[in-house]
């Protein structure tokens, strides 16, 4: 089982950037991946999602437009390049890696999940 370690979490002001990045123990070369996230007293939901070659990209609506995913896997490492940071993208943010080889996107976003990382806590001040 593949294991993630996420890092680059932390404290922003609103309107700050964070880069988040989620290193895989094995290759995940063949595998989407994705991040969520779950403020306190809300449920897990998702932020973004790449497919398996980097050729397709789905987001959260809270997020489009200033949350960008990315993969290289050269480095077996996934990132989350964060903008325009508001005090509600206040959350534990969790790396995802798909269950199926040659996954799209919309598998992360059905739940279509191998393994987590133990997240990485991000707080917006405003």
Request: with cysteine; charged share 15%.
């Amino acid at each position: 089982q593949v294991q993630l370690v996420e890092s680059g979490g932390g404290s922003e002001q609103a309107g700050g950037s964070l880069r988040l990045s989620c290193a895989a123990s094995g290759r995940t070369r063949l595998y989407a991946m994705g991040w969520f996230r779950q403020a306190s007293g809300k449920e897990r939901e998702l932020v973004a999602a790449i497919n398996w070659n980097g050729g397709s990209t789905n987001y959260g609506d809270s997020v489009k437009g200033r949350f960008t995913i990315s993969r290289d896997d050269g480095k077996n490492t996934v990132y989350l390049q964060m903008n325009s940071l508001i005090p509600e993208d206040t959350a534990v943010y969790y790396c995802a890696v798909g269950s199926q080889t040659y996954g799209s996107s919309w598998s992360i976003s059905r739940g279509r999940i191998g393994s987590w990382g133990q997240g990485t806590q991000v707080t917006v001040s405003s």
